[in-house]
């Protein structure tokens, strides 16, 4: 089949590298597992000897027709995955070469379903993967960075040569893998509206980012907060994921509203 450039297909073809995604899921012989983008099914027939309730979401509609024919017996969703309900399923272990072009709204969205699954090993290009894992401070650090260690342990488990792959990509990539955490946060996205908030500055001091933000608008009452609980000096990129979950916290659950 000719792959799709407008999808940003590039399947992997090394077969260590294959075993070595498969064994980060850990998985079981009773449990569920989610593949996002299967395309050929490289690593479906891998998952398919270890665990047989298995779930595709493919987009490309001549890979669905193929997936179909080599695995008649498990689920397969012939949709984009940004616009797939997840329906019934729970407890799932997910995992997903991650076109390059959506793997950040793919990652948001289901740390937007973070209570469907418990598990997600994911390969994206290896700089968004640098970004997932950033500390505050780095270069690297990003909303990205924030919300997906504020709901999730992740971990960079290795980085993955263009030549697995075909065809091959420009870039490197990487394979993160994703353990939800328990966390006080019930609402994401208001959630990741502060927090894109807070980062429309990451260079500005953090109270000049609340004075003066066009995306939120915070009161007095929120600002003195602040100031009671941060150098007057810091700067967004300083703060810590911890400080992010304190600030929306304070902001979002006090009894007072604060914007």
Request: glycine share 4%; hydrophobic share 40%; with cysteine.
């Amino acid at each position: 089949m000719q792959f799709k450039k407008s999808l940003g297909q590039h399947f992997l073809i090394d077969n260590n590298i294959k075993n070595k995604i498969v064994n980060l899921l850990q998985i079981e012989n009773d449990e569920s597992v989610l593949e996002i983008g299967p395309g050929d099914g490289a690593l479906t027939e891998i998952i398919y000897k270890k665990c047989k309730n298995l779930i595709l979401v493919e987009k490309d509609n001549r890979f669905a027709e193929l997936l179909k024919s080599k695995f008649p017996d498990i689920h397969i969703f012939n949709e984009d995955f940004l616009k797939w309900d997840f329906k019934n399923f729970y407890n799932l272990k997910v995992v997903g070469n991650l076109p390059y072009n959506v793997a950040s709204q793919i990652i948001f969205k289901l740390i937007k379903n973070i209570e469907r699954w418990k598990i997600g090993v994911f390969m994206v290009q290896k700089e968004v993967a640098d970004r997932i894992v950033a500390s505050h401070g780095s270069k690297d650090y990003s909303i990205l960075s924030v919300v997906c260690q504020t709901f999730c342990n992740v971990i960079k488990a290795f980085d993955v040569s263009p030549n697995c792959f075909k065809p091959k990509p420009k870039v490197v990539s990487s394979v993160v893998k994703f353990q939800p955490k328990s966390i006080e946060i019930s609402d994401f996205n208001k959630f990741f509206n502060l927090t894109k908030a807070i980062f429309y500055g990451r260079r500005k001091k953090l109270i000049n980012v609340f004075k003066k933000n066009p995306f939120l608008k915070f009161n007095d009452e929120f600002i003195n907060h602040v100031i009671s609980m941060y150098d007057e000096n810091i700067r967004v990129e300083q703060l810590k994921v911890e400080d992010f979950v304190e600030l929306y916290l304070y902001w979002a659950y006090d009894d007072v509203k604060h914007y």
